[in-house]
C-alpha cells in the first residue's frame, strides 16, 4: 500500500455565517485581492433582488463587476465555456457567485478554465486541475447542495447527455458567505428536494470508505438538523427552521466534501444528465433503495443514522435499528410530498440499461460501503421506477 493511501484530509473554506452576512460579500471579494467582479447568478435569484442587493456590496467598496446570469438548473458545458470568455474578455480577477448548487458549479467551472484553459470535459475526475483558480467567493441560496463549501463541480456534458463530476481540493472556495434570510425567496417545493440532497450527502459521506472522525460529527449533525427543522422550513419557512437548514446543509457540505459521496449519488447524475430531473428529487427518490441495499455493508452506521432521523431504537437488534431508517425515509418524505418513484417523474424504463452503464463509472460509486456490479445498478433503478 502506498503511504499516501492511508493519509486523510480535512479541508473547508473560511466562513462566514448569519443573518446578514451577505452584506460582507464585498469586503471578501476585496480582501481577496479582487478588483473586477465576475458575479454569476441565474434569472430567478437576479428577480428575487439578490443581486441588487449584492451589487450595493461590492459598489460600498468600489469593486467594479460584470454580471453573468445565463445559468439553468444542471448547469451546462456550453455555459461554463461562454461565461469564461466574457470574463477573459472584461480582465475580471476574483469570482463571485450568488445562487444555488447550478450558479456556483457555473462559477467554478468558469474558474477551472479561466487558469487552466481548454475545455471543461477535460477536467471531468478525480484531481485533474493542475493551475490554481482565480479567488472564488460564494453565496448560497439554497440549503441543499453544499457546493459553497466542498471541492466538487458537477457540469452537464450536452453531447453526452451526462453529468461530469470534477472533483479537486483546488476548486474549493476561498470563501463562503453563509446568509439564512437568502433562502426566504425559495420556493417550498425548492427547499423540499435540496433538503433532501442535504440528507442524502450527509447519508453518504457517514457511511462512506473515507467517512472519520472529521466527518463524521458533522454528517450525523446534518442529519439531526434536517430531522428537525426540514419539514417546518418547508411548511412555514420560519427563520428558525431556515437557520436549522442553512447548518445541515453547510455540515453535509463540510462531510461530503472530505468523505466523497456513494451509490445515490452515482444513480442520480445520469438522471440529471438524461432528464434534466432536480437532483435533490432523484436523490430522494433513489435513497431508500441504495439504503436498503447498503445496510448489511455497515449496520452499526446506519442504526446510528436512525437514532439521528429520530427513530427510538430502544429493545431493538442492531440490524432491526438499521432497517428503521428506511422508514424514517419514508415519512420524511411523506410529510415533504416529493415523489417516491422514477416514473412519476418522467423517467422511461427502456433508458434504466444506458444510465446503469453510465453510473458504474460515476465517481461517487467508489465510496460507497460496498461495490455494485452494473446488473444489480439495474436492479435498484428498477426497485426505485
Ligand atoms: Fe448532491
Redesign the pocket.
Known sequence: MNQDDSLLKFEVPEIIYGLGALGKIGQCAKRLGGEKVFLVTDPGILAAGWIDETIKYLEQEDLEYVLYDNVVTNPRDFQVEQGVQLYLQKGCDVIVAVGG?SPIDTAKGVAILASNHGSISEYEGCNKIDQPIPPLVCAPTTA???ADVTQFAVITDTRKRMKMTILSRAITPDISVVDPNLLKTKPPELIAATGM?TL??AFEAYVSSLSWSMTDPHAIHAVELVAKHLVDAVKYRSLTALEGMSIACLEAGIAFSNAI?GAV?AL?HPLGGFYDIH??VA?AILLPAVVRRNIEHSIEKYARLAIAMGSDTRGMTQEEAAMSVLGCIDRLTDELQLPKKLSEVGVRRKDIPSMADRAQYDICMLTNPCTYEVDEIKNIYAEAW
Open positions: 448548487g441543499g447542495t453544499g440532497d442524502t450527502h459521496l449519488h442520480a437532483h435533490g436523490n
